[in-house]
């Protein structure tokens, strides 16, 4: 079994494969009809969503997910030389162009002076606002896919006479990206990242 398996639209696989999934990350092994598979010790699942309004990851799969990531298109693939859409499994493959090297020149490149002075810089800064820095980039990264946006009819305020309409145009446009926003903004001042 390889090392790394991409998993591309899981969120669109029928549920026993998201079992089997969720199998494979809990006991490093997998079932099949005729044998047992085993990862390897060093073992990475990078499951790859499709997103929208569609089908989603069972609940104990999508617990399991630690960290995520939204790529927007918009932004662009700079790390894709050519894009290939060929129909088959290939085109997920990242392919670079004969004889392409990179450029060295296009690294950071970051002195021993500059080194030392952000060592000198991170003695004074308070442990506080680190802590509270890598605790908003944490949050970032490991909500979002675990905040679900509800309809407007099942919002809780519902319960106690609040009008559809009303949150509806609440909740217009409103994303997990959104909540965890919020939320950290209502812990403080913001802090530099």
Avoid: C
């Amino acid at each position: 079994m390889a090392n790394v398996i991409i998993a591309k639209n899981l969120d669109e696989a029928p549920k026993q494969v998201q079992i089997q999934a969720l199998e494979l990350m809990h006991s490093k092994r997998i079932y099949t009809r005729t044998s047992v598979q085993h990862a390897p010790k060093r073992f990475l699942f990078i499951a790859l969503l499709a997103g929208g309004e569609g089908p989603r990851l069972t609940k104990h799969l999508n617990d399991q997910i630690f960290i995520s990531h939204f790529h927007d298109p918009e932004d662009g693939f700079p790390n894709l030389e050519e894009k290939y859409d060929d129909g088959d499994s290939t085109s997920s493959v990242l392919k670079k162009s004969p004889g392409f090297e990179p450029d060295a020149n296009l690294w950071p490149r970051v002195s021993a002076a500059e080194i030392e002075h952000l060592s000198q810089l991170s003695d004074q800064a308070m442990q506080l606002n680190i802590l509270t820095s890598f605790q908003a980039l944490a949050a970032r990264k490991i909500y979002p896919h675990r905040i679900h946006i509800v309809k407007p009819e099942r919002e809780r305020s519902m319960q106690w006479g609040s009008d559809v309409d009303a949150v509806s145009a609440l909740l217009e446009g409103v994303g997990p990206e959104d909540v965890i926003e919020d939320v950290l903004g209502t812990a403080g001042p913001e802090v530099p990242l």
